[in-house]
């Protein structure tokens, strides 16, 4: 049975799980490859997504996984797609549809996301290929007199237009507006620019006539800069009071990116925004994670390219999205992190 775009953004976001972002562009794979040892090559990055797909029990924790160009089109080792392993595993597929963000012109220092040309054919072919819904990410940098409104403004417009070409090919879009975390700003400066930003999209989204309950958000946690000199653990009172302001009721869910925080850490700031909303603070939408290296960086640095840490890499990923799945309950605590992983069963 076919599901509407309702229904699969519900089913994303809606079943108590998170989505894994595996869609890492073959040089940032390459990077965070570097970073550990791991020899940069074709096959070892096919090795690693494999391992990704493959680990016994994922979908009991994760809803979808986003996956990239090089990949959705990937094979295992035994010949399957990597899109079928995911299917059979009860994960939907999607796919990161942006070329990646550049230089914005006459604006130095500030970045718009590229990719709307071409668009709706790239988006049928993923379409037929399995993805079922898609992601695109605008990055805001917090500076001295940044974000300029222009940056802003056009960032939101290229989601808008991303949207509607997805929800019109049949996929749910993603909408992924970054405020970064570098910076020396506070979290009040956050939580001010985040709203700003998310009031300029939702005005763009409704003016290319996106329909808000076949969409997910994917927004940063409204957090002091990593340079700020006051930092707060895991303090949620500032994005759930930015969201409530900004994000209206009838989107389909909110799925947080992680922006570089330890995995422990965006797991414990998850919790507390889904603590606070089961003791009373009821929310209009459900609040899951979309973690890229928070959920990975375990994982690839057990594996280390090495076929004989495979099952220990695998179970470091179960881990870190069983501590996630206790977090959208409200129900994540650290001893977790010392409990034995989840078996796992082939």
Known sequence: ???????????????????????????????????VGIPQTVE?????????????????????????????????????????????????????????????????????????????????????SGARFAKWRAVIGLADMQPSRACISANAHALARYAALCQEAGIVPIVEPE?????????????????EVLGVLFDELRAQAVVL????????MVLPGLACVEQDSIEAVATVRCLRRNVPAAVAGIAFLSGGQPGECATARLNAM?????????????????????????????????????????????????CNHAALHGKYEAAMEHEPAPRLVS
Not at 51 to 62: A, E, N, Q, S
């Open 1 to 35: 049975m076919t599901l509407s775009l309702a229904e699969t953004a519900r089913a994303l976001v809606g079943a108590g799980k998170g989505l894994l972002a595996m869609d890492e562009s073959t040089p940032t794979c390459d990077k965070r490859f570097a970073a």
């Open 44 to 128: 070892l990055r096919r090795a690693y997504r494999e391992l990704l797909v493959t680990t016994p029990g994922l979908g009991d924790y994760i809803s979808g996984a986003i996956l990239f160009d090089e990949t959705i089109l990937l094979r295992d080792r035994n010949g399957a797609l990597l899109v079928e392993r995911l299917i059979g595993a009860g994960i939907i597929p999607g796919i990161k549809v942006d070329l990646g963000a550049k230089n914005m012109a006459l604006h130095p220092g500030e970045l718009i996301t590229e990719g709307l040309d071409g668009l709706r054919a790239r988006l049928a072919e993923y379409a037929a």
């Open 179 to 195: 405020v970064l975390m570098a910076g020396a700003h506070t979290m009040a400066r956050c939580e001010e620019v985040t709203g």
């Open 213 to 220: 309950e076949e969409l997910i958000l994917k927004p940063n």
């Open 274 to 322: 889904n603590s606070s909303a089961a003791s009373g603070g009821r929310l209009p939408w459900p609040l899951v994670f979309s973690f890229a290296r928070a959920l990975q960086q375990p994982a690839l640095s057990i594996w280390g390219g090495e076929d004989a840490n495979v099952a220990d890499a695998q179970h470091a990923l179960l881990h870190r999205a069983r």
